[in-house]
């Protein structure tokens, strides 16, 4: 088994409103291993991308800690942080607004170096002629704007710009729902690729299932701020344990009109408010399997069997 990477402990990231404390990350515990990809599913509004940039510290976390090699990131300062920050990066969702309009390929994937002092000046441009071969992004392309070109090639600079520092760990967060589907594919082999070469570790998150099945060794699901099953793909698509997770496979479309499940486990009712939860199992409004205990006490994430986590009442 490769060397653990990063480390979660009860991650909490809580966000003050006008109606109360949104709980958007509720004490996740993950870990994270050099080489590998962890993805992370959900709905919209689950706490995914929140966990993701709790872990690099561009959130501060509200409570709980992040171990990067065995080091707690979260009690160091400013200028120790800065150097953890090269460490990890991340690719964001919209290659487009990410991309500042006024800089040209070549300018954007300097940046980070020059604000970094990675290397002398006379060598910055050369590097970026590598990352750009790297990313695949044709030499011709360097005095390009954003608004030039198509979405992956923007998601390349941003995958040129996430690599230009020579990271260990980077959060990918939905880096191809903008992209048209055979472009997600290019961008998936990609990265698939930099991380056999690089023995890159990547925490991935994305809403579409066959995305993170394609690309992940392990999987976190989460529902409302909190991870209700963690396993590995090739386990949870095969046997997912927990009602939700089974929905949300359920959902994933069949690409042979005369194939037919048995019965579609649709989730009905709406989300629950995240805002000052109480206690019980979040997901129990909406449970065909929900019973009297789920609603008045929060089920703890254990091991059903090995290296498979659920947190439900049921199972």
Do not use: W
Not at 143 to 172: T, W
Not at 207 to 234: F, N, P, R, W
């Amino acid at each position: 088994m490769s060397k653990e990477l990063i480390r979660t402990v009860d991650l909490k990231k809580y966000f003050k409103t006008g109606g109360g404390t949104l709980h958007a990350v509720d004490g996740v515990d993950l870990v994270i291993r050099e080489g590998r990809t962890l993805g992370v599913v959900g709905e919209s509004g689950c706490g995914k991308s929140t966990l993701g940039r709790t872990i690099l510290q561009i959130h501060r976390p509200t409570s709980g800690q992040v171990f990067y090699e065995g080091k707690d990131i979260t009690k160091i300062g400013r200028r120790e942080l800065a150097g953890y920050r090269r460490k990890m990066q991340i690719i964001f969702q919209d290659p487009y607004s990410s991309l500042n309009p006024r800089m040209s390929v070549q300018e954007l994937i300097a940046e980070p170096l020059i604000i970094n002092k990675i290397l002398p000046r006379q060598e910055i441009y050369a590097e970026v002629e590598r990352l750009m071969d790297l990313t695949g992004l044709a030499k011709r392309l360097a005095g390009a704007y954003p608004h030039e070109l198509d979405g992956g090639r923007r998601q390349r600079i941003g995958i040129a710009r996430a690599l230009s520092l020579n990271p260990k760990f980077i959060v990918c967060d939905e880096p191809v729902s903008a992209l048209d589907v055979s472009i997600q594919a290019q961008i998936l082999n990609l990265l698939m690729d930099l991380q056999q070469e690089m023995g890159l570790a990547y925490l991935f998150i994305t809403h579409d299932l066959s995305v993170v099945k394609h690309i992940s060794d392990e999987i976190v699901v989460m529902y409302l701020g909190m991870c209700i099953e963690q396993t590995s793909a090739s386990e949870l698509f095969r046997e997912p344990l927990h009602p939700y997770t089974r929905a949300l496979l359920d959902s994933i479309p069949l690409p042979d009109p005369a194939m037919r499940r048995k019965k579609i486990r649709a989730i009905k009712g709406e989300i629950s408010n995240p805002i000052d939860p109480k206690p019980g199992c979040r997901f129990a409004p909406r449970c065909p399997m929900a019973t009297e205990r789920c609603f008045s006490r929060t089920p703890e994430l254990r091991e059903i069997r090995e290296g498979h986590f659920v947190a439900c009442h049921e199972v």
